[in-house]
């Protein structure tokens, strides 16, 4: 009993220091240099505390299988936790089959999107090339919207990290 014990502490602490360690990568990436560091203290916490467990009984296989599957497990929750919280700005290019975009525009700007609207020439003439400020629990509903005017339009993603000006600008007090 001590043993099925033992394995489901390391296989839950696997699952947790590997989940804070994806939500600490994604904030150093978004230089969010309290939330990451103070996430790292509490998830190297839990890994020595699994990883010591695991070399105190290394004769048992079991241990070494309960570290492993748990460190699969936490890859898988940790995106999932990742998605969900969705934190962070993306910058989406959208190229527009349509030449008749106006009522899109005025949608995506209705909706708080940041919209800047530029010609661009490619292999089938000339296109609207859409340069789109968005955040990331926003993509859904970028994705319906231009659905419904152009669902042939080309999109493309891109995490951003905002330094001056433009739609995302924060006001100091």
Do not use: W
Request: glycine residues 10%; charged residues 20%.
């Amino acid at each position: 009993m001590d043993c099925i014990i033992g394995y489901i502490l390391i296989f839950c602490a696997r699952i947790c220091d590997v989940s804070l360690s994806t939500v600490r990568t994604l904030m150093v990436v978004q230089g969010r240099k309290i939330h990451a560091a103070a996430i790292g203290f509490f998830e190297v916490t839990i890994y020595i505390t699994a990883l010591g467990k695991v070399v105190s009984g290394l004769s048992d296989p079991g241990n070494l299988f309960a570290y492993a599957l748990g460190f699969a497990s936490g890859n898988y929750i940790g995106i999932c936790i990742e998605e969900k919280i969705a934190l962070g700005n993306f910058t989406a290019q959208v190229v527009l089959n349509s030449n008749k975009n106006g009522k899109l525009l005025h949608s995506l700007r209705d909706n708080g999107f940041g919209v800047t609207s530029v010609k661009g020439s490619g292999k089938e003439g000339t296109r609207e090339i859409l340069n789109i400020a968005l955040k990331r629990k926003d993509l859904d509903r970028l994705k319906q919207i231009l659905d419904e005017y152009d669902e042939r339009a080309f999109i493309t993603v891109n995490n951003t990290k905002p330094i001056s000006g433009g739609y995302f600008a924060i006001k100091k007090k």
